[in-house]
């Protein structure tokens, strides 16, 4: 059977030419004359003994048994093209491995990476998200989105704007609290570990002489924070950029007007010059760019 399968050149001309009903169209698609194209299917003919091709006196039609040999040749040239770029293009592609704090992650970018994707459809994404990062321990990674004071090893770092913390509750423990601020600090009170200390910078920084908070239960991120508060009573000290969904749909409510500015932020982080590679530069221009918020002062909060 091997001997009787004809030569792929012979086979890719006849394809292409069945394709657009012209030897004049295959060559120009193959880089080749017409009389090459003719030839090699014409030596196709020989070798299987049937006629493909009437010949016209303007252009060629397939013949029946053409038309019939045509649609397996095409299958057959594709399903070698998808296996071609399925299994060798991907590791040409330009990729990137993003990896974020979780409530970040799944929150803010999530969210907002179709809009890198629709820009840059050419590069390939992976996110990953972890509760708590301050170092690269993962080669693999090209991008940490971190919290805290940027004060790490690594000398490509960009802050994504500054942070304001609102309290936040759902609609019924509101009404429990009554707008009583020192009612609220001490019962129910959610606090994020990382975070114990703004409650007291809260009531620093408005002077409302708060005591300290009473009935605390801790979650380890924003994202655990504010479905707690959606599942039940208790309030916290939560980032505003977290907030819009909660507050749209009617989860979440801000019972109270204090807006505290916060000494930490996030920040996207390269471990190597975000210039070295054209996507890194195209993903830290665009993250720099949908993250930071021009309207907060780029002057660092003082403690009052």
């Not at 030569?7 to 030419?17: D, N, S």
């Not at 507050?247 to 916060?262: D, H, K, M, N, S």
């Given at each position: ?5 004809p ?11 069945a ?14 004359t ?27 039609a ?37 990896r ?24 390939e ?106 599942g ?32 930490e ?40």
């Open positions: 059977m091997s001997n009787r399968l030569h792929v050149t012979w086979l890719r001309a006849f394809e292409a030419a394709r657009h009903g012209s030897f004049s169209s295959a060559a120009d698609e193959l880089h080749l017409p009389a090459a194209v003719s030839q090699q299917i014409r030596l196709l003919e020989q070798k299987i003994g049937v006629t493909l091709f009437r010949r016209l006196p303007r252009g060629v397939l013949t029946d048994q053409g038309q019939a040999y045509a649609q397996p040749i095409r299958k057959a040239f594709l399903e070698m093209q998808n296996a071609t770029e399925g299994l060798f293009d991907v590791k040409r592609r330009k990729s990137l491995h993003v974020a704090s979780i409530s970040f992650g799944t929150l803010e970018l999530a969210p907002r990476l179709h809009k890198f994707r629709a820009l840059h459809p050419e590069i994404l992976q996110l990953s998200t972890t509760v708590w990062s301050d170092r690269m321990d993962d080669s693999s990674v090209d991008f940490d989105i971190r919290w805290g004071n940027g004060d790490w090893a690594e000398s490509d770092i960009h802050r994504l704007g500054r942070e304001e913390a609102v309290l936040a509750c759902n609609p019924e423990y509101a009404v429990q609290v009554n707008e009583d601020i020192h009612k609220a600090s001490q019962q129910d009170v959610v606090l994020i570990v990382g975070s114990e200390v703004e409650w007291a910078r809260l009531s620093e920084y408005f002077e409302l002489g708060l005591s300290p908070v009473q009935n605390i239960t801790r979650a380890d991120s924003t994202l655990v924070a504010l479905h707690m508060l959606c039940g009573p208790g309030m916290a000290l939560i980032s505003d950029r977290f907030l819009k969904p909660y507050l749209e749909t009617g989860q979440l409510v801000c019972p109270f007007a204090y807006r505290l500015p916060i000494r932020s996030y920040y996207l982080v390269t471990q190597s010059d975000s210039n070295e590679r054209k996507e890194l530069a195209l993903f830290r221009d665009w993250m720099i760019s949908e993250f930071c918020n021009p309207a907060v002062s780029e002057e660092p909060p003082q403690d009052q």
